[in-house]
């Protein structure tokens, strides 16, 4: 969210005229209909009256929002005072929450925030050091709300850092008056970057404390320092980050809260800012929140839109409950927008379903821009529209995963038998199939995953839906085909594509099982797995790269260390080692021999699962950093395989159903997903 | 108590147990006082690294058998920190830059900048130069061993290096050509058994000659292995029998296991089966090329005939897919399956004739 | 890949210069490599190309050459030739100011090139050395390894070398003709130097043996310029290689063998008695033991290949194994595993063996 947000939060004055123009335009030009057709005035003299307020917001402004209010409520003059302020203010704004009640995260992670906050306000006075907040999640998920409420219930003031853009802007801004006083710091500021800035105002934000401190020990000048947006220096060299934050944790007096959010298509910054060694070594508290669950996004809708039909009388038109679902599903669990889009659809008289778009897409294409920018992503736009069918699931990315998979596994047919085609010759035959139903490309890029990740999805569930040993074998080769085109990483950009396309259309067609439309009736449901790969391959090098460190002294190359001296030393009792090696060494030397291979704790995907996860790099790099992100507990993890496996199996099955009413859990494998950048370095040559 | 392989390690060129001849033209090399790069090549675990080490050792003398590990942190042009394990002695620096992964070529570089423009602390020691050790050079990419080949001429006054590696075909020609490549072939099963009898004397434990012919044969010659599989035969029993097992790896065994679980039944649900098994192995850090060549061992002695041929051609297009590719699990999979659909049909023919 | 083989010559000449600059005090055994020890003084030293010393010498009288490009297997002293000539134009004092070698591998770019070259080029020069006798007034660029340069950097070259045509003379040097652009080709005098003959090599290799007081038997001699093929640099390395390991014994064609990584054919006859007469098992013991020995899967296939062309198979045979070969050779360059590699070479050789032609 980061971009979308700095521009709302740079200065908060700037956002009503940032927001508020599209709105009003979009108004007067309502306004401008209403004109033609009620005085039916001439359109020159209307277009003088209705544009220069646009274009001078500044000093027309009120009477422009009369026009406004005029325009969206011509019938209720009486309501335009009471309204006036509401209107301009986004509601997302006017209607943050106030209380914890009003909060629409899970109650366990304001309550963990909580005690966060208050453990570590108390401590303050023992001048403990700072202590580091790090909250992650999704956009829209009530981060901020949360912290700002908590603050604001435990008494304390959120001083928070903002990218400084320019210097004028830097003036205006009223925490920055108060953290640096400005006839003495200001002038100097011109020129120190961003990171000296941040650093600056780390420190100061201490010192300024201690000061107060000082003065009046009430518990006004109790106070968490908030940072939301990173100067972007620190998203190249997160060491920068790790230095000043070491010297704060030394320095520091009063709780410093980050948050940063999970970008949709997974370019981990939180991850690559905070890597796991440094969040330990830093004793940084990692909490992450999860999508906003529909039945409280529902709540906290129903409750706006109760307030907001009060106030105005009944006169804003007021979306019904079947339209808050669409608004709920449509947002996947970003609260922000699904407020916006609420205010939209019920500002406007246009009819619903058409409202609900145009916000969702704006939104999700500004999303994708602020990310990687992928041109699947956007280009998929434009089809969902008219695809009725995927009204919907075009919306709610979700949705889609398992619908796609299934698209492909279960690979509906065409059911007319009177060959219209030539048919194959009778040496081909076994190739004969009839003529699919979905478009298997189309599928993969509407599931706004990359090609790769999708494959290791299929790779996942596909021996389930063959009941061949011939067919499980073209399948896999295919499978094994898409991974080689993908290979060269200087030409994956362009074979991704392939890469999917073999993969998809071969399984399809290798299921011959399923090769005619009259013999697929038996296909009963089969549930749908989460991939394993990632997590293997993740514990793999995690596992290498532990024995490397820790069995350096015996100077063996990994193979020799992994193959040979592991395996042994487990057998042997030689007293020569720390707990560490012990405990690694039981762990990775020894494998559950004799028992019967236990299948991997399967987690099952359900149709709630958004397929948001981007792989661009994951194999080949060094070994990801590790990441905090909640790991899929069923994990295949130190290779103890739940022996019980058809329970395990069963009670994921179970879950298939209830999950709606529970938080969906979207980073299961993005966790795995560390990209890190290929990079060629120039060689000097001297 | 270290290990036995570490214990008994020779530690001379006289006193290495076999190659003597080798030994021998490797002395004269240090005597003769014009030391070039040299290019140590042969299969895991026929003593490479102890050759090296004895031969630094007739370069050096018994300083550089003082090692201390370091942690050096370099610093590519791209601002990027890389973290990588060292050990050293006052005369030589070892490491493994293919643990760089793909900045490999900038640890190269910078390490021996390092080593070759550092003075030699002691000038007791008439050799004018310092020796990098560079390991596992079959691995490095490829970009790092064209860095290699020029680094190798820039600093040969003042440096030399050891590459050490397990097979030449990897390592590009500029660099064979520009080093004394050393053969170091695998032991013959007759001298480990002599090694083996060696250091159990030493121990004060006497070992049967049969089952030191066994654990020479199991072992695959490899010495390392002999004498971990020695010294586990030890814990096991003791006093040896000449018909004792002779403890396996885990992974061994395991991967015997999923072998026969795959021979036994071919269906799409063994394959899952299999899977499960296969990420079992390299969650304990079994390399995936590791796990196909002990797969298809086994399973080439499950079948017969012209069907071992075809086994072995689908085993090397698939370690070859393998090492390109970037999951492994695909190319893995994709063997067991093909495997499983060419021995169903042999069976099946078998039944039918 | 064969271009980079050509580095080896600057290998040598580096630490020369090195030494010759360092502060070291013991002088009089310094080791220099035998590649430059008996490196040609002059044009007519250089072994075998003697349509290409011929015409070099004509030039060399007139005191003029034109831009040259010399090109061939690695080896064969293309270097050498250029170096010679110029020492011969020059003499030793003014060869250092006249005479400038790039090597590609050192600085490619373009820029750098153009840089070098401009700031060399520029000066003019006189048309007497300083002993008095006559030398072409300009200086000579030899740009090694020039087919390694990119595209780009052989355009740039094209139009420095007309604008200093006037003071310098270019000099390509590199192993495939074809890797140079069509442009700088029509600008220079094309040279081939053919492949050594083996009775030159072993003249030469005899020459440095009896002037290094060295022992060596006959067939040492022979299979040095085997393992060699036609790489004299290469044969002249392995020498100096082996007198290195061998200290004060003689040169036996075993250690030459052994140094050169070479594959006994005793093993590789026995491999192919395997294939075609014996069973799986059998075979993969072979090709086990093999590797065990740590000799090189490539090594094993480019030699296994010269065999297999001289057995009696018929040609389809013949066509359907090198292909595999191809294959193989391929998959290994790409890091697949030998053993593996091998084994499918080996089962395809058997396969076709047991197809009766």
């Known amino acids: 969210m980061s971009k979308l947000s700095l521009g709302r939060k740079v200065s908060s004055n700037k956002l009503s005229s940032w927001v508020e123009p599209s709105f009003g335009d979009l108004l007067s030009g309502s306004d401008l209909n209403s004109f033609h057709l009620k005085k039916g005035a001439s359109s020159g003299e209307t277009k003088s009256k209705s544009r220069p307020p646009t274009a001078d917001s500044k000093s027309q402004r009120p009477s422009k929002r009369r026009a406004t209010c005029q325009a969206s409520e011509p019938q209720c003059p009486s309501g335009r005072d009471l309204t006036q302020g509401g209107q301009d203010e986004p509601w997302v704004d006017k209607h943050s929450p106030s209380s914890q009640a009003e909060l629409a995260v899970h109650k366990k992670k304001v309550e963990e925030v909580e005690n966060w906050l208050k453990s570590h306000l108390d401590h303050k006075l023992e001048n403990k050091g700072g202590a580091i907040l790090l909250l992650t999640g999704p956009s829209g998920c009530g981060k901020t709300a949360t912290i700002q409420v908590l603050a604001q219930e435990l008494g304390c003031r959120v001083q928070e850092w903002y990218n400084p853009t320019t210097v004028s802007e830097f003036r205006t801004e009223d925490s920055f008056k108060e ?81 940063i959010s999970d970008s949709l298509s997974g370019d981990s910054s939180s991850r690559r800012l905070f890597p796991r060694d440094v969040q330990e070594e830093l004793g940084i508290c990692n909490i992450s929140f999860n999508p906003v669950a529909p039945t409280s996004m529902m709540k906290v809708l129903s409750r706006i839109v109760a307030q907001e039909a009060a106030k105005s009388g009944g006169r804003v038109s007021v979306p019904d409950k079947a339209a808050l679902d669409l608004l709920c599903t449509g947002s996947s669990g970003d609260i922000r927008s699904a407020i916006n889009s609420l205010q939209f659809s019920s500002l406007t008289d246009f009819s619903l379903e058409g409202s609900l778009w145009a916000p969702k897409k704006g939104k ?104 061949d040993v011939d067919d499980v074998a073209r399948a896999s080769e295919y499978l094994s085909d898409s991974d080689f085109l993908t290979a060269d990483w200087s030409s994956r950009s362009t074979m991704r594509e392939y890469g999917s396309s073999v993969a998809t259309r071969g399984l399809i067609h290798s299921n011959s099982s399923r090769a005619r439309a009259d013999s697929q009736g038996s296909m009963g449901f089969r549930p749908l797995h989460k991939p394993h790969w990632l997590l293997v391959d993740k514990k793999y090098r995690e596992n290498c790269q532990a024995a490397q460190s820790l069995f350096t002294s015996y100077c063996l190359t990994p193979l ?127 | ?114 080593v070759a423009q550092s003075q030699q602390i002691q000038s007791s020691t008439q050799k004018e130069f310092k020796v990098v050790l560079l390991t596992e050079v079959d691995r490095l990419t490829k970009d790092a061993q064209h860095a290699l080949r020029r680094t190798m001429e820039k600093y040969m006054s003042t440096c030399r290096l050891i590459l050490c590696c397990n097979s030449t075909s990897k390592v590009i020609a500029p660099i ?43 072992s695959g010659r490899n010495l390392r292995k002999a004498l971990l599989m020695c010294e586990a035969c030890r ?80 085993a090397a297009y698939y370690e070859h897919r393998l090492q390109l590719g970037s999951k492994a699990i695909y190319h893995l999979e994709a063997f067991v399956a093909k495997f499983m659909a060419i021995y169903k049909k042999f069976m099946e023919d078998g039944l039918m004739a | ?122 000066l003019t020069v006189a048309g007497t050395r300083t002993d008095g006798k006559p030398c072409p007034p300009f200086k000579i660029i030899i740009l090694d390894e020039a087919d390694s340069m990119t595209n780009a950097a052989q355009a740039a070259l094209r139009r420095t070398m007309e604008k200093e045509s006037r003071t310098t003379r270019f000099c390509l040097i590199c192993n495939y003709v074809s890797r140079i652009i069509e442009p700088l080709t029509s600008r220079c005098s094309k040279f ?73 054919t005793k093993m590789l006859n026995n491999l192919l008695q395997i294939c075609y007469s014996s069973t799986f098992d059998k075979l993969e013991i072979a090709v086990k033991n093999m590797i065990d020995e740590g000799y090189a899967a490539t090594q094993i296939i480019s030699q296994l290949h010269d065999m297999i062309i001289e057995e009696s198979l018929s040609d389809r045979q013949k066509s359907a194994i090198t292909e595999k070969m191809a294959e193989v050779d391929k998959c290994l360059a790409d890091g697949a595993d030998e053993y593996l590699q091998m084994m499918s070479l080996c089962s395809v050789i058997m396969q076709q063996a047991s197809q009766s032609n």
Not at chain 1, 211 to 223: E, N
Not at chain 3, 15 to 42: H, I, L, T
Request: glycine share 6%; charged share 25%; aromatic share 6%.
């Open chain 1, 364 to 467: 999700a294409l500004s999303s994708k821009g602020l990310s990687k920018p992928r041109g699947k992503g956007k280009s998929s736009k434009g089809p969902d529209k008219q695809d009725s069918d995927q009204a919907i699931g075009g919306k709610d990315a979700s949705l889609f995963l398992f619908r796609a998979l299934g698209k492909i596994l279960y690979c509906k047919r065409e059911n007319d038998t009177d060959a219209k085609g030539p048919s194959l010759p009778a040496h081909l035959s076994e190739h004969q199939r009839d003529t699919l139903l979905v478009d298997p490309e189309l599928v993969v890029e509407k599931s706004h995953m990359s090609g790769e990740l999708f494959n290791l999805y299929l790779q996942q569930n596909y021996p389930e839906f063959f009941s």
């Open chain 3, 1 to 122: 890949m064969q271009a980079f083989l050509k580095g080896a010559s600057i290998q040598s000449t580096k630490p020369q210069k090195d030494k010759a600059a360092g502060p070291s005090g013991e002088k009089k055994n310094k080791p220099v490599p035998w590649v430059e020890k008996y490196r040609p003084k002059c044009v007519d030293e250089v072994a075998f190309q003697e349509e290409v010393v011929a015409v070099l010498k004509k030039s060399l009288e007139g005191a003029d050459l034109p831009n040259l490009l010399f090109y061939g297997p690695p080896g064969t002293g293309k270097t050498s030739t250029i170096l010679a000539a110029a020492r011969e134009l020059y003499g030793p004092e003014l060869y250092r100011q006249r005479v400038l070698e790039l090597n590609a591998s050192d600085e490619r770019g373009i820029q750098v090139i153009r840089e070098k070259v401009k700031n060399f080029a520029q």
């Open chain 2, 235 to 314: 814990v096991q029993q003791y006093p040896f029998s000449s018909d004792q097992d002779i403890p396996e790896t885990d992974w061994e065994v395991y991967l015997r296991e999923t072998a026969n679980a795959i021979v036994s039944q071919q269906s799409p649900q063994r394959l899952l089966e299999v899977r499960a098994r296969l990420y079992e192995l390299l969650t304990h850090c079994i390399p995936p090329e590791i796990i196909i060549k002990g797969l298809v061992s086994e399973l080439l002695s499950n079948c017969d005939g012209h069907l071992k041929a075809e086994v072995a051609q689908l």
């Open chain 2, 176 to 218: 064979r050509s520009r080093c004394l490549a050393v053969r170091v072939p695998l032991p013959s099963v007759e001298e480990v058994c002599s090694v083996l009898t060696g250091v159990c004397r030493k121990e004060g434990l006497l070992l049967p000659g049969e089952l030191a012919k066994q654990i020479a044969e199991k």
């Open chain 3, 192 to 264: 081939r130097f053919k492949p050594l003959d083996d009775q030159i090599q072993e003249e030469r290799l005899v020459e440095i043996c009896e002037k290094e007081n060295l022992k060596y038997t006959k067939e040492a001699i022979a299979a040095l310029v085997k393992v060699s093929e036609g790489d004299l640099r290469k044969a002249i390395t392995f020498l100096q290689s082996t007198a290195r390991l061998n200290g004060e014994k003689d040169i036996t064609e075993s250690i030459v063998i052994e140094i050169a990584g070479v594959v006994p």
């Open chain 1, 179 to 259: 953290t640096f006083d400005p006839e003495s710091r200001f002038n100097g500021f011109h020129g120190i970057s961003q990171t000296a800035a941040f650093q600056e105002f780390l420190l100061r934000a201490n010192k300024y404390s201690r000061l107060q401190m000082i003065g009046d020990s009430g518990t006004s000048d109790r106070k968490v320092i908030l940072v939301e947006d990173l100067p972007n220096q620190f998203y190249r060299q997160p060491a920068s980050l790790h230095g000043i934050l070491r010297r704060f944790v030394t320095t520091g007096r009063c709780p410093l809260v980050f948050i």
């Open chain 1, 560 to 686: 020799g260390l992994q193959t040979e001296l592991l395996p042994y030393l487990a057998q042997l009792t030689n007293p020569m080692r720390n707990q560490a090696q012990i405990a690694f060494i039981q762990d990775v030397g020894r494998l559950p021999l004799r028992r019967y291979p236990g299948r991997l704790k399967l987690e099952a995907l359900t149709d709630r699962d958004p397929g948001m996860l981007d792989i661009d790099s994951e194999e080949e790099e060094e070994p990801a950093v590790p990441s905090s992100a909640p790991i899929v507990s069923s994990s295949s993890g130190q290779g103890e395989p739940d022996g019980s496996d058809d329970s395990a199996l069963a009670s994921s099955q179970g879950t298939v159903g209830d999950l709606p009413a529970s938080q969906p859990q979207p980073t299961t494998s993005q966790a795995l997903l560390e990209s890190e950048e290929f990079v060629i370095e120039e060689y000097d040559s001297d």
């Open chain 2, 1 to 114: 108590m270290s290990l036995w392989v570490d214990k008994y390690r020779p530690t001379s060129l006289g006193k290495l147990d076999y190659h003597k001849e080798q030994a021998n033209q490797l002395k004269n090399l240090v005597q003769c006082g014009d030391f070039p790069h040299l290019l140590v090549y042969g299969p895991s675990g026929a003593g490479k690294k102890t050759r090296i080490m004895c031969l630094l050792r007739e370069l050096y003398g018994p300083g550089v058998e003082k090692l201390r590990i370091e942690h050096q942190s370099i610093t590519a042009p791209s601002k990027k920190k890389i973290e990588i394990n060292t050990i050293a002695s006052n005369y030589h620096l070892e490491v493994n830059a293919s643990d760089a992964g793909n900045s490999d070529r900038v640890v190269i570089q910078e390490l021996i900048k390092t």
